[in-house]
């Protein structure tokens, strides 16, 4: 009788982890696809249940297939569980707050790439691996239970996905509920990036366990996940606003995860199965190539535990010299005769019809303040024969109106600025939903300026709840406004 061939326990976990993160991607575009041909019309308390509950679902998905990944030789489902409870814990009560409230990333990290990547490398990404590193690391890592190399990848990922449902149900309820069909495409795009990124840290604590490689290879390994969580969070977060302007397509930052996830565990799982079949000869076997000399440990003690927090605390350290350099600083961008000083955390980008566009991406997302400077013939605005600006405001509105949902003018005043006779227009307007988010409410105001053969335009917008407490902020925007 033939004997039955054994099934590659690391084969098993990669097949188990595609296929549940295949099905996690394909109810994320079936939610999207049902709310746009039904469009429920949910609000209030029954919007952040429907939200609640499609952040829960991707943990589902990848729970099954991190406790399938182990059928052969099973892990106590109650270990991963614990690890996936321990991540979201440590993702609410430590990783959030330190990140956006002690460090305040999103205050300073937009505005240019080098200060993005700074912001999601040495703040964001160290705080999410180092507590994603600690919440294998202090509980399974000397159990019995974790007796395998690939164990590392699939606790790690456990925990990564744990910090990724604690992040999702934070999205949903800090805003109040979301668009279903946005919100689904983002916290499976979210649950995919920590559970890979998890899944590498994973791994730099399972070759320290087994392989014993040396005081500086965790610290080596929070340093590369750090680095890649950076990298991959910048990546995520502008793909969806690759068509430019204020535009914003979901479906972008999901066709990137899963093609991110998609390749790190691969490349995860060959490492593993690579590891296993150069150390079947035994560790004191001869190494055969560079990559077998690398793959085969040579310590003979767990690396010591104080080498990672003192680079935690030293990269954490240098992110936060660089946010408090940068707070309070602004760019100026100058197109068409004017110029605008705005916050430099904020990102310049393109407007139709205006000449200098910026917003709050970090701080705010898609329907973060925002300021846009442009310019409009004479003709168009005032009154043919004479009137005043105030007068050619009430032809702005009529423009304004034809251009944004639910305009709603709320008061017209003459201003004065730079000494130059103007007009303010305050209204209200609801964010279309391609813009990235549900439909909100913004309130904005336009200030219209006589300059030459035009007149020049400032308008600021920002979410309504929001739109008292950025009163300094456009203030300090038209007073930095220069204009011909």
Known sequence: MAQAVPVSHERVARESVLLNAGGAV?????VALLVGFFRPQLDGAGLVAAGLAIALVPAGFFLVAFIRADRIEPEPRGMILGVFVLGAILAYGIGQ???????????????SLWLELAGAILIAGVVQQFLIYAAVRYSVYHSSEFDERVDGIIYGAAAGLGYATAFNILYVTGNNGVDLAIGA???VTEALAFACLGGVTGYFIARAKFDKMGPTWLPIGLLIAAVLNGVIDVLLGAAPGLGGGFSFNPWLGLVAAV?????????LFRLIERLHRVTEMGVAAPETSAIDKMLIGRGTKDEPEWIVWVVAAVLLIAGALIGRDVLGQTRTATAAGMSVTYP????RTSEAGASI???DRKGGGADGARVSASQVPKADVLVAGGGTILD????????RGAELAGYRVLNMAAVTVAGREAARVDYAYLLDASSGAMPSLMRATDTLVPCGDKVCVLSFAAPAAEFAGQAGTASDLLAGWIIP
């Open 357 to 359: 566009a910026a917003f």
């Open 185 to 187: 495409l983002r916290v």
């Open 392 to 399: 050619g405001a009430t032809n702005w509105t009529l423009s």
């Open 259 to 267: 093609l991110i996830a998609a390749l790190i565990f691969f490349l």
């Open 97 to 111: 707050p330190a990140i956006r409230s002690f460090f305040k990333v999103q205050e300073w990290s937009g505005g």
């Open 26 to 30: 394909a109810f994320a575009a079936i």
């Open 344 to 347: 430099a955390r904020w990102s």
